[in-house]
């Protein structure tokens, strides 16, 4: 298991998703992914396209300004 | 059928792309989603700029689409791509400066790149014949099947009785039996269709999904070309055209103002890139500046913000001005009176 973070601050989405999306596509399972976003639509978005493609959220800390979203991912 | 076909299917996050795809689904095919991000999509910027909207529920209407059909759904990013598309429409524009014919051609012919990387059969959207001025056309229908290069391997399921019988019908991959006759703007038969599937909650965009479709936003996208002598754009251009109150006081510079907390918050991203004013002795906005400007006009800028400020009525406001690296420095002025400020400055 790797740790990784995705910086997707100051994006609007659906750019996070993307990234978030491009990203996982270089990772394996069982590797956990943190993203790091400052618009808040991405806290509904992010779990949303995990949910449809079997990935998991493991946390979600929302700051002020800041939301990190830590997925487990999953191919299987 | 000897092996499970599979669907690419368009899905913008509206109604049609959802219920085509769910005849699909409905026929045993396997169906996956894609959906273009152009940059100009509506999808909740501006909700998720502005204070005032920030407490709103915000979802993307494509991955609701998609969960609520049990489907993968891919977004690609097209935003360089596109930008072709929207400078040089090869077949002119609908509303505004939508390039609608190019644009569905545009997302077709990635559709099918997508299907030949990822083998799929066929594509479908959720066209409907007549139902959109320029694109949905029975004339320009099939212009979008020659010129994307996917021919006879998209399907409309809506509409699919009043075109021309696809591969995937020929073949006996989908009944076309089981396919659709929808014509015109009426959306009447499609809410029917939700209500018997159960679908509720669905994307009723007003305005369209595009903000090329938007007429305030297409003449401050005409302004940045005019501008600039150039039809040329990068992402941060087109985001800024969503955001504040813009003015141009004069051909060779423009104010992006924002227009409340989460605008000002938006624009503070921009302050390495741009010269940028803000009131110090009183409650005000955060104010871009793109363009060149010289000492008079920075000290008519100034004038200019102080009059969004709260000190609108006062003999004078302290403006700071940052400009590149150089130390920020400030101006005394006395904010514009309104009189002062002609129309045709408001882009």
């Given at each position: 298991m790797t740790h990784f973070t995705l910086d997707a601050r100051r994006l609007l989405c659906p750019l996070p998703v993307i990234r978030t999306q491009n990203k996982i596509k270089t990772l394996q399972t069982g590797d956990v992914l943190e993203v790091i976003c400052t618009d808040p639509g991405a806290n509904h978005d992010i779990p949303a396209w995990c949910r449809i493609h079997g990935h998991k959220i493991i946390d979600t800390v929302v700051e002020e300004d800041e939301i990190r979203i830590t997925i487990s991912v999953d191919k299987r | 059928m000897t092996s499970k076909r599979k669907a690419v299917a368009l899905i913008s996050g509206g109604l049609d792309s959802m219920l085509a795809a769910k005849l699909m689904l409905?026929?045993?095919?396997?169906?996956?989603?894609?959906?273009?991000?152009?940059?100009?999509?509506?999808?909740?910027h501006t909700h998720a700029i502005r204070r005032k909207d920030r407490d709103k529920a915000k979802r993307n209407n494509a991955l609701w689409v998609a969960e609520k059909l049990g489907i993968k759904l891919?977004?690609?990013?097209?935003?360089?791509?596109?930008?072709?598309i929207v400078i040089n429409p090869k077949h002119g524009y609908g509303a505004n400066?939508?390039?609608?014919?190019?644009?569905k051609g545009f997302m077709v012919k990635k559709a099918y790149q997508w299907?030949?990387?990822?083998?799929?059969?066929?594509?479908?959207?959720?066209?409907?014949?007549?139902?959109?001025?320029?694109?949905?056309?029975?004339?320009?229908?099939?212009?979008?099947?020659?010129?994307?290069?996917?021919?006879?391997?998209?399907?409309?399921?809506?509409?699919?009785h009043l075109?021309?019988?696809?591969?995937?019908?020929?073949?006996?991959?989908?009944?076309?039996?089981?396919?659709?006759?929808?014509?015109?703007?009426?959306?009447?038969?499609?809410?029917?269709?939700?209500?018997?599937?159960?679908?509720?909650?669905?994307?009723?965009?007003?305005?369209?999904?595009?903000?090329?479709?938007?007429?305030?936003?297409?003449?401050?996208?005409?302004?940045?070309?005019?501008?600039?002598?150039?039809?040329?754009?990068?992402?941060?251009?087109?985001?800024?055209?969503?955001?504040?109150r813009h003015l141009r006081p004069r051909p060779h510079f423009k104010l992006i103002i924002g227009r409340e907390e989460g605008e000002n918050r938006y624009l503070e991203g921009y302050r390495r890139q741009y010269t940028h004013l803000k009131p110090i002795s009183h409650i005000g906005p955060l104010a871009l500046i793109d363009g060149t400007p010289d000492d008079d006009d920075l000290l008519l800028a100034a004038r200019l913000v102080a009059r969004y400020s709260q000190g609108r009525d006062a003999d004078q406001v302290r403006v700071e001005i940052s400009e590149g690296s150089h130390q920020p420095h400030t101006l005394d002025v006395k904010p514009l009176a309104d009189q002062d400020?002609?129309?045709?400055w408001h882009v």
């Open positions: - | 409905d026929q045993g095919i396997h169906v996956e989603g894609i959906n273009f991000y152009t940059g100009f999509c509506v999808e909740g891919h977004i690609i990013d097209v935003i360089e791509e596109y930008k072709d400066l939508n390039p609608c014919l190019d644009c299907l030949q990387e990822n083998n799929f059969d066929f594509i479908i959207t959720g066209e409907v014949v007549g139902q959109r001025p320029m694109s949905q056309r029975r004339n320009t229908m099939p212009v979008v099947a020659r010129e994307s290069g996917a021919n006879a391997l998209l399907l409309r399921p809506l509409c699919a075109l021309p019988m696809t591969h995937p019908e020929e073949q006996g991959w989908v009944e076309r039996d089981k396919l659709l006759n929808l014509s015109g703007r009426s959306r009447k038969p499609q809410i029917a269709m939700a209500k018997q599937y159960n679908l509720d909650d669905y994307a009723q965009p007003a305005g369209g999904c595009c903000f090329l479709t938007n007429e305030h936003y297409a003449s401050k996208l005409k302004d940045l070309w005019a501008s600039r002598g150039e039809r040329n754009y990068e992402l941060d251009d087109i985001m800024l055209l969503k955001v504040g400020i002609p129309q045709e």
